[in-house]
């Protein structure tokens, strides 16, 4: 019986032919795979680059192209009959010695090219790696058959020129050498392309997601012969299918349910870490990937129930709906709980109560505050309240007089301290006359609840009472201090409890605050590389950002450098209209041309404004497209082909209702505006192909020039 794999680029082309041609090919993968009566059987390529290849006649006129070795075969693409030849001929495939994943060499293309690299090194006597010796260069991977077509490259233009064809094990430690980094700083770019560790033994067909090998597995030697070990290593190249369920599965599931870059793979599929793991990354990085990643393999352990919490309920609608394409054993699909921190707080106190707590709405909250304002603002207050009194659990006066601000720009003496005190008292004494909470209350309440029902059980090793085993936090960069309170309560002080993604630069609410201060002392690791975003819109986004530092989640901030993309694509499109109606009809013109002549699909297409306003307008003009039309928030955690974001004009982006008063609170005022460029950077970063972004008047100063 054949050993069939498959490449992540088959099931793109399988889906691409057309009807009758799709239907031939699959019967035929299947009688492949099981070996039966009518099966197609491989044939030779002459002139092929590589001896391993052949093809497989799938359907008239189409077909698959094959590695083969032994009685595996790595299925890579099926293509009309000329392109199949021509693929078959164009590449080769290896093994890299070094961390023993498989490299795909565009060696035709490599053929073409090398004339005239040795031209332009004939006319410049420098060479880019000139510093760097052959052994470091081996011991990077670098293949010996390449050696000296590295050692006549002259600049990092023409290494960037060679990208497209160059495995990325080959690519990647070469630019880093190329920026001026060190041998051991490219050994870690290298080692960031391992998605498993090699583990000893012979090689079997590569386990599924939930079964990939554990992180710390023992390394054996890299045979770079052995294509079929280097596979098992490889699960971002090739899924092994055992079975007509399985093969049913990679080729319909969306390719991020069976495919995962290696980084995201090795920190979705560690076996078992000790502490909670802090995984942080800029836009288009695989976080959600990874978050669902990881509750599915948690869940396949079956330690106990697991909890994937998100920034909202909307969200963790969307992250359930993709947990059930992930999962297709119902019986550890239900050991994961999809929610967020809100409706989790609200479960545990109605629980406690025996009745649904009755929240305030944030008009009589306002009134409230503007009740015992004195001579602050009351949005002052609230943000005393939030950001220092609950996010720091201070009980008493003595505590707040003591308490460090942090974030906070304006002193406070004793006695202004005492009267703010004063105002948070009268706010939640009325709260509690009227039998009202806040969300953050409530959280609190449950947090208390949760410590009282578990005791000192959170250190022992006698049976937990917490409600989970496990929880995966999803957008964390916008949870409160309260709410990381609670979650720390809902599940035990053991291996695996906590998983954790965020970005700070992505925050669109204003909490900062490190998990180390709240007693959660996480592994911290990070994602670099960009899989959504072209690089055109990766720079413009993080110029738009200010690419400047952002502080939360971990001790300090964190800087966006060496956040990358890995493919290219069209720079965004910024338009200038002197009125809000040209502007309008500049988008309904832009948005038909999209469906009309470019062909996507209104669901791959969203519009984006800052006001409810705005959004009214742009959804009535568009009515009749399909598309979606929503505010900057509603942007969080999505993407999509081609993304518009209107309205992008000053006085609009930031809102000025937004922002604290310069002179109530200056630090505040900074922070505001950090967060409402933070907002505008998720909407525009949630485009995997064409940005467009438009203004009436004078634009926001946020839009880079």
């Known amino acids: 019986m054949p050993r069939l794999a498959i490449a992540p680029e088959f099931p793109v082309e399988l889906s691409a032919l057309p009807q009758p041609a799709r239907r031939d090919a699959l019967v035929s993968v299947r009688r492949f795979l099981q070996n039966t009566a009518g099966a197609p059987h491989p044939e030779r390529v002459r002139g092929a680059r590589d001896d391993r290849v052949a093809t497989l006649r799938l359907a008239e006129r189409h077909r698959g192209v094959v590695v083969r070795q032994r009685d595996v ?14 693929y078959a001929r164009r590449y080769r495939f290896g093994v890299n010695p070094v961390i023993g994943v498989v490299e795909v060499w565009d060696a035709e293309a490599l053929e073409r090219v090398e004339t005239a690299i040795r031209r332009s090194a004939a006319s410049f006597p420098a060479r880019l790696f000139a510093d760097t010796c052959d052994t470091d260069l081996i011991e990077l991977g670098v293949d010996h ?34 920026r001026g980094e060190s041998v051991a700083a490219a050994w870690r770019e290298l080692d960031a392309c391992r998605a498993v560790d090699a583990a000893p033994g012979p090689a079997v067909p590569a386990p599924g997601p939930a079964g990939a090998s554990p992180a710390g597995a023992a390394a054996a030697p890299i045979d770079p012969d052995d294509l079929a070990a280097a596979l098992v290593r490889s699960p971002d190249r090739a899924v092994f299918t055992a079975d007509p369920r399985e093969l049913n599965h990679v080729l319909d599931a969306p390719g991020w349910c069976v495919f995962l870059h290696p980084a995201q793979h090795r920190l979705a599929y560690r076996e078992s870490c000790d502490r909670p793991v802090l995984v942080t990354g800029g836009a288009g990085t695989g976080k959600t990937v990874l978050a669902l990643h990881r509750a599915a393999f948690l869940a396949a352990r079956g330690a106990g129930p697991v909890l994937l919490v998100t920034f909202s309920q909307g969200l963790s609608g969307e992250l359930a709906s993709r947990l059930d394409l992930l999962i297709e054993d119902a019986v550890v699909r239900k050991r994961v709980e999809v929610g967020n921190v809100d409706r989790l707080a609200h479960r545990i106190v109605s629980d406690a109560e ?74 939640t004494g009325r709260l509690a006359e009227r039998g009202k909470r806040t969300l953050l209350q409530l959280a609190a309440e449950a947090s208390i609840l949760l410590g009282q029902s578990t005791g000192d059980l959170l250190e022992e090793a006698a049976p937990r ?41 992505q925050r669109v609410l204003d909490t900062r605050v490190s998990l180390a201060s709240l007693g959660i002392d996480a592994v911290q690791q990070r ?74 699909p209104p669901e791959e297409i969203a519009v984006a404004a800052r006001t409810v306003g705005l959004v009214r307008e742009a959804r ?31 006085g609009v982006v930031p809102a000025p209702d937004s922002l604290t008063p310069a002179e109530e609170d200056l630090s505040a005022r900074a922070h505001d505006l950090q967060r409402e460029r933070g907002l505008l950077y998720v909407a525009c ?21």
């Not at 006066?397 to 004063?422: C, H, K, N, Q, T």
């Not at 972004?693 to 946020?702: I, M, Y």
């Open 73 to 86: 075969h790595w299925l890579l693409t099926v293509l009309p009959d000329a392109e199949a030849w021509a």
């Open 620 to 650: 009535a003009a568009l009515r009749d497209s399909g598309v979606r039309v929503t505010t900057l928030h509603g942007m969080k955690g999505r993407e999509f082909r081609r993304v518009a974001v209107i309205g992008v004009a000053d």
């Open 354 to 427: 025996g009745h649904p707590p009755v929240l305030v709405g944030s008009e009589e909250l306002g009134a409230l505050w503007r009740e015992a304002a004195g001579g602050r603002s009351p949005a002052f207050l609230l943000r005393e309240w939030e950001q220092v009194i609950l996010a720091q659990n201070l009980r008493t006066l003595d505590e707040y007089l003591s308490a460090p601000r942090p974030g906070r720009g304006v002193v406070l003496p004793a006695d202004e301290r005492a009267a703010v005190w004063a105002a948070v008292e009268h706010v």
């Open 465 to 505: 009472r917490e409600p989970y085993r496990h929880i995966v936090v999803d957008e964390a960069q916008d949870l409160h201090p309260v709410q990381w309170r609670l979650l720390r309560a809902a599940v035990p002080h053991a291996p695996d409890d906590l998983f954790i993604v965020g970005d700070p630069h």
């Open 685 to 705: 970063t949630r485009a995997r192909e064409l940005l467009y972004v438009s203004h009436s008047g004078r634009a926001s100063p946020f839009l880079p020039i």
């Open 527 to 600: 994602l670099q590389v960009s899989h959504r975003l072209p690089g055109e819109i990766l720079s413009w986004g993080v110029r738009l950002r200010g690419g400047g530092p952002a502080d939360g989640l971990v001790a300090g901030v964190q800087e966006l450098y060496g956040f990358r993309a890995t493919r290219h694509g069209p720079h965004p499109v910024v338009r200038a209209y002197d009125s809000p109606e040209d502007e309008l009809n500049g988008l309904v013109s832009h948005v038909w041309r999209w469906i009309r002549e470019d062909g996507v």
């Open 145 to 178: 058959r390449f050696l000296p077509l590295v050692r006549l490259i002259t600049d990092e233009l023409t290494l960037e020129a060679l990208e497209p064809l160059l495995p990325p094990t080959q690519y990647v430690p070469l630019a880093a050498l190329a």
